[in-house]
C-alpha cells in the first residue's frame, strides 16, 4: 500500500502547532506535525466526519446558519 499524502491545514502558519491528515477510501489518518515520524491515530471517513461535526457550532460556521466549513 502506497504511503499516504499528509496535508496540513492553510489556517496553520508555519510555525503553529498543528495536526496532518492524509484520507483513502477506508481511512482518514491524523499525525502532530511536529513529530512525523511517531505513530499516528487512523479512523473511518465515517468517523472522522462525526468528529467533524461536532465541531461545527450550532448557529453554522461565523454565525451563518446552514453555512458549511471545516479544514481548509
Sequence with gaps: MP???W???T???EAA???EMATTPAAVH???SKNTTDPHLTV???TWA???RGLRPVGGWLGVPGA???AR
Design 50 to 52: 462525526g468528529f467533524l
Design 3 to 5: 504511503e499516504p499524502t
Design 30 to 32: 491524523v499525525r502532530d
Design 7 to 9: 496535508r496540513k491545514s
Design 11 to 13: 489556517y496553520s502558519a
Design 17 to 19: 502547532n498543528c495536526v
Design 44 to 46: 473511518t471517513p465515517s
Design 68 to 70: 458549511g466549513g471545516g
